[in-house]
């Protein structure tokens, strides 16, 4: 029976996907062990459900029919197979036979994303095995987050799953001693999702734009479970300041920078959360990355609403930044920030010094560039070089519509 892509059964399996995916894979790893495997069955229980429910009805409970489900392709495999016998025995003790007997599906994604920190797994792929396991993400939305080709990011993904198996690593929030390690692994796969869902804010992919609210949830729960944890107050912080800005960012589909945003728009109870996490995490003391990213926000966001001339707190704090995180996209920051108190030649400069292979494909450096060009020189054609670049880099049409307009006034 064909289905069509309004067909009610198909939006209720997306709509499954989407909301419980993680917690379906952080339930079931918890007694199996073996990331794959319930990702395999997870997978051939949305396919079943995508031909059963357009014949007998979506059910009750969609994420507890998908966990039944998997279950029992995952005990039909271990069966047949003659392996991880004590898993088996211990999905059969914790897992009910049928849908209608489980009420609420505890939520285990945050000891998922611990377990994807442990040491005995290669640091580097902590964050997108987070960011796969915990939020569905694919390889290739991953890879594209940090700069490999999906083929390599996927045969890491692979190994790290096989590790985990492997090791029969335990799921659940480790001993408080080896939080703060692990907490810094999780916060920056929470980031990397919270930026997937902000970069896909004109998206028709319903799944990823969910990344945002999932990520500011997950923070949410990651800052309870590790109050002393500066930088998870840092990190719930700036997602919240982000996010206030949201309504602001497009207006009537067309993108609005920052520095044009009505902020009358802007969330301002949300602002509030957002400077109460950033005064709790500096009274522990403990400065960081997340925490100087959200103190960056608000100054910007002072100095919208009061008018405040924040230009040389902001280079001091991107200076610090660096201090923590010299990545391509702070440093761009820094230019930016530097050109606002020194004029647009000093920011430049720190571009210049960036000119190698990192920068061909990164669409803000090419955008920065552009715009202090203008600011130097006005429209010439090394600006319209760089605005053609930033737009050739573009995929949110919101904005690239934006960067083509600045272009089409140069060549008027």
């Known amino acids: 029976m064909a289905v069509s892509d309004h067909d009610p059964a198909r939006r209720a399996a997306e709509h499954a996907a989407r909301q419980s995916y993680g917690r379906l894979v952080a339930y079931l790893v918890r ?43 995952l005990t039909d495999a271990s069966r047949s197979s003659k392996v991880r016998s004590d898993g088996l025995r211990s999905l059969l003790v914790t897992t009910p036979d049928h849908p209608e007997d489980i009420a609420v599906l505890p939520d285990k994604r945050l000891e998922l994303m611990f377990a994807c920190a442990h040491p005995a797994i290669d640091t580097t792929m902590h964050a997108p095995l987070m960011l796969q396991t915990v939020l569905g993400l694919s390889a290739e939305r991953i890879a594209s987050s940090f700069l490999v080709s999906p083929d390599t990011m996927g045969r890491r993904l692979s190994r790290a799953k096989s590790r985990i198996r492997d090791i029969g690593l335990g799921f659940q929030l480790p001993e408080i001693e080896d939080l703060p390690q692990r907490s810094a692994s999780v916060s920056e796969a929470i980031y990397a999702a919270y930026g ?37 107050h840092g990190l719930l912080s700036l997602m919240l300041y982000c996010q206030s800005r949201i309504a602001a960012r497009r207006v009537d589909g ?56 924040m230009r040389q707190p902001l280079v001091a704090l991107h200076t610090g930044l660096l201090h ?89």
């Open 196 to 232: 997937q869902g902000w970069d896909s804010i004109a998206s028709d992919d319903a799944t990823r734009r969910g990344l945002s609210q999932e990520a500011i949830w997950l923070a949410t729960v990651l800052v309870h479970a590790a109050p002393q944890d500066a930088e998870a």
């Open 254 to 309: 067309r993108y609005v920078p920052f520095a044009d945003q009505d902020t009358k728009r802007w969330d301002g109870p949300m602002i509030a959360a957002a400077e109460q996490m950033l005064g709790n995490a500096g009274r522990l003391q403990s400065p960081g990355r997340f925490q100087l990213e959200a103190a960056i926000q608000s100054a910007m966001v002072q100095s919208r609403r009061t008018g405040q001339d």
């Open 31 to 73: 007694s199996w062990r073996d990331v794959a495997a319930v990702e395999d069955a997870l997978g051939e229980a949305f396919a079943r459900a995508l031909e059963t429910w357009p014949v007998t009805g979506v059910p009750d409970h969609p994420d507890a029919w998908l966990l039944v489900a998997a279950r029992r392709r």
């Open 324 to 412: 923590f995180a010299p990545t391509i996209g702070n440093r761009v920051g820094y230019a930016v920030a530097l050109a606002g108190a020194q004029g647009p030649a000093q920011g430049l400069s720190v571009l210049d010094s960036m000119a190698d292979e990192r920068v061909a494909a990164y669409q803000p450096y090419w955008a920065a560039r552009a715009h202090l060009l203008q600011l130097r020189d006005g429209q010439t054609p090394l600006t319209d070089a760089a605005l053609r670049k930033a737009v050739g880099l573009t995929e949110d049409p919101a904005v690239r519509a934006h960067l083509q307009i600045s272009l089409a006034k140069g060549l008027d």
